[in-house]
């Protein structure tokens, strides 16, 4: 929904891959939840996978009048006499009405203005790895198993992105090895994917955090997306969340004089949505205990 009022939705369509089901499964494959995504869904959007890099060069094709400036960091952005003194990591200096930090769980940005709130470590570690699909996984597909969660999403006929979880204990040093052994007792449509990994796939692991969403508005300074309120992906509402609140924050200063009044509206829009998402995920994150 977000994607279309900005008028990107057309060209994040021609590159992604539409996703038509979403199937829930029990660690030895049996179906818990089989859903249509149109149906939950369609008034929503079309429920679209594709790599990320995908939506950030539709995002950047469609940026006609905005310079964007890359290979530099923001270092410091002080407040003086109203306005927001931006130090650059080239050594350069800039003067803003509003600084936006849209820096991600561990922003920068953040950290400047509203220094000691760093993200809180969840119970949970993680694997993230692009496999070919030779299994022909044609769904959303999640298998869940006690205290486990084994996730794959299909990018396009070739390619599947695979999400799986285990408590922070049972991640030893987060190998490859390590993945098979926790979910060597999943099964099919899943379990025999994991199985065939080599050692020499190469994933992203991480530990899970959050930062629990608050007041991150000040004279001239706003957090959005994950800087403001990075959660459990339990929902996979991080995206989402941060384009709508892109969108949101937009609205409030066209429809605003005042920076400052635009920075209360947009904070009383958003809380009520994002603490709402981040009650869900602990809530989701809670069956993970529960018997397979």
Not at 7 to 30: C, K, Y
Request: with cysteine; aromatic share 6%; hydrophobic share 45%.
């Amino acid at each position: 929904r977000a994607l279309a009022m900005l008028g990107v939705l057309g060209d994040v369509f021609d590159v992604a891959f539409p996703i038509e089901a979403q199937r829930i499964l029990t660690s030895r494959g049996v179906v818990i939840n089989d859903v249509a995504t149109q149906t939950v869904w369609g008034d929503c959007g079309p429920c679209l996978a594709l790599p990320r890099h995908k939506l950030i060069d539709a995002l950047q094709a469609s940026i006609s009048t905005t310079k964007v400036s890359y290979g530099i960091s923001v270092t410091a952005a002080r407040l003086r006499d109203g306005i927001r003194e931006v130090h650059f990591s080239d050594g350069s200096i800039d003067k803003y009405d509003l600084v936006i930090g849209a820096d991600g769980i561990r922003s920068a940005v953040r950290e400047f203005g509203f220094g000691g709130r760093t993200p809180r470590p969840l119970s949970m570690s993680c694997w993230r790895l692009v496999v070919e699909n030779h299994n022909q996984v044609d769904a959303w597909t999640a298998m869940l198993g006690k205290g486990r969660t084994l996730l794959a999403i299909p990018l396009s006929r070739s390619e599947l992105y695979i999400y799986a979880d285990c408590p922070v204990e049972q991640f030893g040093d987060g190998s490859i090895g390590v993945l098979r052994a926790r979910f060597a007792d999943f099964g099919d449509p899943l379990g025999s994917i994991i199985a065939a990994l080599d050692d020499k796939v190469t994933a992203h692991t991480a530990r899970l955090e959050e930062i629990p969403a608050g007041r991150f508005i000040d004279q001239g300074l706003v957090l959005v997306g994950d800087a403001a309120h990075a959660s459990s992906p339990s929902m996979a509402q991080g995206a989402a969340m941060a384009l709508e609140d892109a969108i949101v924050l937009a609205a409030c200063l066209a429809q605003n004089g005042q920076v400052a009044q635009a920075l209360e509206e947009f904070y009383k829009r958003r809380k009520g949505r994002v603490e709402w998402v981040q009650q869900q995920c602990h809530a989701r994150d809670k069956l993970r205990g529960a018997a397979d």
